[in-house]
Structure formats: C-alpha cells, structure tokens
C-alpha cells in the first residue's frame, strides 16, 4: 500500500518484514489489551491479567505475521497451556472486529484502536510487552516523502 495508494502512515514496527520493506521513524509504544464485547464480565475490568483469558477463546494473528503478538502468544501459552486460540486470515481489518462481536470471542488488540468497533470494550491486557509504533513511509519513496521524513527524523532529534 505505502508508496502506492498512499506516501506515509502511522504503523507499528514490530515486524521484520515492516522494518525491511519501509522507511520507519520510531515516535512511540502501543500496550496490548483485550477487546471484549460490551456484554462479557471482563468488560468491567480494569485492567485484564493473563489468568483471567483461561476460559476465553482468543482471536489473534498467526504465528510469523508480528514478532510482539508471537512473543504475547508464548506468554499467554506459557500460562495458560490449553488456551483455545482461533486465527485471523493476518493483519486486522472490519471482518475481524464483526468476528470477535459475533463469534463472542476475544480479540488480542492495540490500545489505540480501543473505540474501533462500537460493540467491543478493549481492557488493557497486565504485561510487559510493548508494540513500537512510528510514521512508515516506502523504502523507495519519492524525493518529496524522502525529504520529509529527513525533516521529521531532524526534528525529533
């Protein structure tokens, strides 16, 4: 999409084959959270500890698609052994969201897309694991992208 359909956005950078194929100015961190329906009990929570995830079902990218959500994959797996774990085609779009909402199931989430759908409460999820985020840009971009991704990398420092 980047260099195609649009000249930069704001991505995460957790994934190898993001940092290979793109431009990437590192501006913060994204914590992990649950999204919920509004009707399940951890929709009240507070906050959301892997224990509590042991008799959902949990939706989530496959292995390989995020170094971050495999390294969450493993401590939720290291916890919870048996964990029912339901795959999305790869990366998150409206289907998925409908899929958590219809199928009742819980969606592995970012807290910034904490209001994406209108039936789903995301509760940040109690670990330590951190999703870097920044302004992504083609690694071949034009000269105007290129110039002001300089200017940005110039101002941040």
Request: charged share 25%; glycine share 4%.
């Amino acid at each position: 999409m980047l260099g195609r359909e649009c000249d930069i956005m704001i991505g995460t950078l957790d994934q190898a084959t993001t940092r290979r194929l793109v431009q990437a100015i590192p501006l913060g961190t994204y914590q992990f959270g649950i999204a919920v329906r509004s009707d399940d009990p951890l929709a009240t929570k507070e906050e959301v500890s892997i224990d509590d995830l042991k008799d959902q079902t949990l939706l989530m990218v496959p292995t390989g698609v995020s170094d971050k959500n495999d390294q969450l994959r493993q401590e939720i797996l290291e916890e919870i052994p048996n964990i029912s774990i339901e795959y999305t085609t790869g990366r998150y779009d409206i289907n998925v969201f409908n899929k958590a909402v219809d199928d009742n199931v819980a969606l592995i989430n970012l807290t910034p897309w904490k209001n994406i759908h209108p039936n789903l409460v995301t509760v940040p999820l109690e670990t330590n694991i951190e999703v870097e985020f920044g302004i992504l840009a083609a690694k071949h971009a034009n000269s105007k992208v290129k110039s002001f991704m300089q200017l940005v990398n110039q101002l941040l420092k």
